[in-house]
């Protein structure tokens, strides 16, 4: 059992910024990389920023040098800071844990609930 809580999105003007935050809760003994992913209206979900344990990150070419993505001391938790938004930033954005090795589940991947974030020019 996994609960993955996204906070920090809201509505912003263009050029503006937000700092995504996620935690990670349950009986997890460790998590290989969080992420965040975003869906616009009529769109699939794509990746934005992706951070290993092991310190690596990948991001969106679309967001790359705006956003920035860490990982916690704490593993079970990532943040997204969000600078320079434009309006095709809107969407939800969407925490998962990749990789998870959780006590007494058979899954390795979870989602958050998501938040949204809205960009007006």
């Known amino acids: 059992q996994v609960q993955l809580v996204e906070s920090g999105g809201g509505l912003v003007q263009a050029g503006g910024s937000l700092r995504l935050s996620c935690a990670a809760s349950?009986?997890?003994?460790?998590?290989?990389?969080m992420g965040w992913y975003r869906q616009a209206p009529g769109k699939q979900r794509e990746l934005v920023a992706v951070?290993?344990?092991?310190?690596?990150?990948n991001y969106a070419d679309s967001v790359k040098g705006r956003f920035t993505i860490s990982r916690g001391n704490a593993k079970n938790t990532v943040s997204l800071q969000m600078n320079s938004l434009k309006p095709e930033d809107t969407a939800v954005y969407y925490c998962?844990?990749?990789?998870?090795?959780?006590?007494?589940?058979?899954?390795?991947?979870?989602w958050g609930q998501g938040t949204q974030v809205t960009v007006s020019s």
């Open positions: 998962k844990a990749e990789g998870a090795l959780v006590v007494g589940s058979g899954r390795s991947d979870y």
């Open positions: 349950g009986r997890i003994f460790s998590i290989n990389a």
């Open positions: 951070s290993t344990s092991g310190g690596s990150t």
